[in-house]
């Protein structure tokens, strides 16, 4: 009758005056269950009631969004925004997690069939890198992004892995990779180096990265080149045949061009200066064709070659200083023969196609 009687189930109350009583049972975490019961003299009446568990709702909402739920700290496999049901009432904690930023902790109190809010505000948790060159005055880029900024420069990044890479007019391109941790500084130092290609005794597969200057853009810079009587070979995919090159040939982004060295030579690059044109461009015919890698920097096979999508299918690099071909690369496949293997700057490669296509340039 609302009076607590101290006693918890299952009991016998006795004393109990005769006639007609309201019973409320009571339990952490369930649904209060009430019925009423009619006592007579001298007798005992038995009740029995089933507790139904309290439930509710909790709404958890982040900016931004995407971050991990925990509950009481166990993970719910759920992310923000979202909202977890059945969750028994009581007092709970939530906490949100999400890479680069502090985790966030809130307290609410779940009542039964409520639905109750909690909002998080992410707070960014940022470090800086310290990028350097030498020479100094390269543009930077952040994981792929031009930043405005060029070295020697400090960036403020969130906490984590970062690619930083430089670039700077008439050197190679340079990248690397660092870790941020919150509140401190990494440094990233290029030695920028000017672009050479090296020749090493014996057959070399090679290739420009990207177009060279006017007047130091064709194959007469190999003309001092001893090849002990080979010709500089050039394989046209789209007509299945070999070409001889000349002097006066250009030396163009995307093609791979093999060329014999009776010793160790050291080829200088010049690289063209002036306003960004469209990036090169090579049609491949169906069946082998010979390439070039057309960036500075190494990059995955799978990256280089996205814009023939699904119609390449081997890749295959030379070894000049061993003298063989390398380990071929397959399309789609993973360890030894996988995509993610890094493709070289300054290297030929053989490409077999499965129908015809354009390949696409990384860089101008």
């Known amino acids: 009758d609302g009076a607590d009687t101290g006693a918890v189930t299952n009991a016998t109350l006795d004393g109990i005056a005769v006639g007609t009583h309201t019973v409320t049972l009571r339990k952490d975490g ?6 009423e019961v009619t006592i007579e003299y001298n007798a005992t009446a038995t009740l029995h009631l089933d507790l139904a568990r309290a439930i509710g709702s909790i709404v958890v909402t982040s900016a931004p969004e995407g971050a991990a739920i925990f509950l009481d700290g166990t993970d719910t496999g759920r992310t923000t925004n979202a909202t977890l049901t059945g969750v028994p009432s009581g007092e709970h904690t ?3 997690t999400k890479p680069g930023y502090a985790d966030a902790t809130a307290t609410v109190t779940v009542g039964h069939d409520k639905t109750v809010p909690v909002h998080f505000a992410l707070t960014e948790v940022t470090g800086s890198i310290r990028v350097t060159s030498t020479p100094d005055g ?6 792929g992004t031009e930043t405005g900024e060029v070295t020697n420069a400090t960036l403020t990044v969130p906490a984590g892995a970062h690619t930083v890479r430089v670039e700077l007019e008439g050197y190679q391109a340079m990248a690397k990779t660092v870790t941020v941790t919150a509140g401190e500084t990494v440094e990233a130092a290029f030695n920028l180096e000017a672009p050479v290609i090296t020749l090493l005794p014996g057959w070399n597969f090679i290739s420009t990265p990207k177009r060279l200057a006017d007047g130091a853009n064709t194959i007469a810079l190999f003309d001092a080149v001893e090849t002990a009587g080979h010709s500089i070979l050039l394989y046209d995919g789209l007509n299945c045949r070999w070409e001889t090159m000349a002097s006066e040939d250009a030396f163009r982004p995307l093609d791979g061009v093999w060329i014999y060295a009776n010793t160790s030579y050291t080829i200088p690059l010049a690289f063209a200066a002036g306003a960004p044109e469209l990036p090169p461009a090579k049609d491949l ?3 082998w064709n010979a390439i070039g890698f057309s960036d500075t920097v190494p990059e995955s096979a799978k990256v280089t070659l996205q814009s023939l999508g699904d119609h390449w299918s081997t890749l295959i690099g030379f070894d000049a200083g061993a003298q063989e071909y390398e380990i071929s690369i397959a399309r789609g496949a993973t360890g030894r023969h996988g995509d993610e293997r890094p493709m070289q700057p300054m290297q030929g490669y053989w490409l077999y196609m499965n129908t015809a296509e354009t390949l696409g340039s990384l860089s101008g």
Do not use: H, N, S, W
């Open 285 to 287: 015919g169906k069946g």
């Open 138 to 143: 390269a543009r930077i880029y952040l994981d």
């Open 94 to 96: 939530v906490t949100v």
């Open 30 to 35: 369930y649904v209060d269950a009430t019925a």
